[in-house]
């Protein structure tokens, strides 16, 4: 099943997309509309996921905080921060959402690869990492480590939407507001941060092309 592509030029709001997600999921699940891939940003704001902790809102009133019935915690979006939402049929696909996570978590690695980064994944720690060997390590010894990509999806009726954000340039002091993932210590990075010298039309080119769905 190749599910069909569409990306937004322009910023896209939080409550418009969460509205035309719901509808495609609805008919998806009817059989009246294919299987979407929806490349996005969104202007600034913050979203708590299901397992969201207040106390990691460290900046309530910085931007508009929603309430995503997401899996996972909080976490930023905005300009210069390429989102793809996947409404794909998981039950099509073996009915594991493990499984599909991972797949999700595979797909971003194969796109960072494709600009000589390697992202990976650790046990307790949704979302793709980065090294930062060229950063001190942490208080404790531990070396530095920061996230590039986070990840949270929602099931209705076995058909997934929300999916995942990569940081390509986006205002890095934007992720202060908030604890995000809920995970301390370990910082936020992007592909530009990094000293790649990547747009976002470069980064959807290479989700087109390592996609698991093509």
């Given amino acids: 099943m190749q599910p069909e592509w569409i ?16 509808a495609r999921v609805a008919a998806i699940r009817a059989g009246g ?21 207040m106390s ?24 210069g921060q390429r989102v793809a939402y996947t409404m794909l ?14 797949t999700l978590e595979a797909w971003v690695i194969d796109a960072l690869a ?15 990492w980065v090294a930062r060997p060229d950063l001190p390590p942490l208080p404790d010894g531990t070396p530095r480590e920061d996230k590039i990509a986070a990840i949270g999806i929602r099931l209705s009726k076995w058909v997934s939407f929300h999916g995942l954000s990569i940081n390509v340039e986006p205002d890095l002091a934007h992720f202060n507001g908030i604890v995000p993932c809920g995970i301390t210590g370990h910082g936020v990075t992007s592909l530009v941060d990094l000293g790649l010298p990547v747009t976002m039309g470069d980064l959807d080119d290479a989700l087109r092309r390592t996609s698991p769905w093509t």
């Fill in 56 to 79: 990691d809102l460290r900046d309530p009133g910085r931007f508009p905080v929603h309430q995503a019935r997401r899996g996972g915690q909080y976490t930023y979006h905005g300009p």
């Fill in 7 to 22: 990306t937004s030029d322009a910023p896209v709001a939080y409550e418009t997309a969460l509205t035309e997600m719901e």
């Fill in 33 to 53: 509309a294919n299987e979407a891939i929806w490349l996005l940003e969104h202007p600034p704001l913050y979203t708590a996921g299901t397992s969201a902790r």
């Fill in 114 to 128: 494709e600009f000589g980064l390697r992202g990976e994944i650790r046990p307790g720690r949704v979302g793709v």
């Fill in 89 to 102: 049929d998981v039950a099509a696909r073996g009915r594991d959402v493990r499984a599909f996570v991972t």
